[in-house]
């Protein structure tokens, strides 16, 4: 808690789509941030994806609403999707392992400093 990352941001269908696919490594203190419209039941899956990730799922409020944590690589069809089990407006992608080691809860918050 009280972690800071650089992070990308994913908010159109090109880079939500094309997300953190290719990548080998990325640096313990980056992520990828995906911006949706509105708030539904998120689902996101690992295809193309060749480095383990948490999946941290956020309301319209930015509190936390679930993890998915160290999700594997998926490099052949079929990938299963994580689902965020709730209503999520926001997702954030960390390397796998972040999230356990910051000690995130369900409505914790997130902040954003542009």
Not at 4 to 28: K, P, Y
Not at 53 to 62: H, I
Not at 84 to 100: D, H, I, K, M, W
């Amino acid at each position: 808690k009280g972690q800071t990352f650089s992070i990308e941001i994913a908010d159109n269908d090109a880079s939500r789509e094309h997300g953190l696919m290719d990548r080998t490594q990325m640096d313990a203190d980056h992520g990828m941030l995906f911006v949706f419209d509105d708030d539904t039941p998120r689902a996101f899956w690992m295809k193309n994806t060749r480095i383990p990730l948490d999946m941290l799922f956020f309301d319209a409020d930015r509190h936390l609403v679930s993890v998915q944590h160290n999700v594997p690589p998926c490099t052949a069809d079929p990938c299963p999707a994580y689902s965020s089990g709730a209503p999520a407006r926001y997702v954030l992608e960390l390397n796998g392992g972040q999230a356990g080691k910051l000690g995130l809860s369900s409505g914790d918050e997130m902040t954003i400093h542009r």
